[in-house]
C-alpha cells in the first residue's frame, strides 16, 4: 500500500519548533480552499509535522514564516476530536518527509516586531538596447 500527501500552499502564521525527549518537530498550517456546489467556500487546514533528530538541523525555520509558500509530501492522517461544545471534529495532519520552499516570505516579515517597515524607493532601470551598428540591415 502507498498513502501520500502532496500539498503546496501559503503559510498563514509562522512555524513553531517544539522540543522532545525523541527530538524536535516543526509544526506549521498549510490552507487548502474548496468551493462546494452551492458557491460556498470553504477551508481546510492540514497541520503539517516535520520531525528532526537530535543534531538535525532546524535551519529551515527561519524560512518559514508568515506568507511563505511551501510544497510538503508526507504521510497523511487523521486526528478525531470533541470540540469545546461537544460536537465531534476531525483534523488532517501530514507528518512531512519532504519539504520545499517555493517563495520565501516577504522581506517585511522577516523584520522583528516595532521595526520600520518602510522600503526604500527603486527607480526603474531602461532595458539595455542593442547598439544600432550591430544590426544586418
Not at 506549521?28 to 467556500?41: A, M, V, Y
Request: proline share 9%; hydrophobic share 35%; with cysteine.
Amino acid at each position: 500500500m502507498y498513502l501520500r500527501l502532496i500539498a503546496a500552499g501559503r503559510l498563514a502564521r509562522d512555524a513553531e519548533l517544539r522540543s522532545l525527549s525523541s527530538g524536535q518537530v516543526i509544526r506549521f498550517s498549510i490552507p487548502h480552499s474548496l468551493t462546494l456546489s452551492s458557491g460556498e467556500e470553504k477551508t481546510q487546514w492540514i497541520e503539517c509535522s516535520y520531525w528532526r533528530n537530535p543534531g538535525d538541523s532546524i535551519e529551515v525555520l527561519k524560512h518559514l514564516r508568515k506568507g511563505a509558500v511551501v510544497l510538503v509530501e508526507g504521510v497523511p492522517s487523521a486526528r478525531f476530536y470533541t470540540r469545546q461544545d461537544n460536537t465531534p471534529g476531525v483534523s488532517l495532519e501530514c507528518r512531512v518527509t519532504n519539504l520545499r520552499i517555493l517563495v520565501y516570505a516577504p522581506s517585511e516579515a522577516l523584520q522583528p516586531p516595532g521595526a520600520s517597515m518602510q522600503a526604500d524607493p527603486v527607480e526603474p532601470v531602461p532595458p539595455e538596447l542593442p547598439d544600432e551598428s550591430d544590426l544586418p540591415f
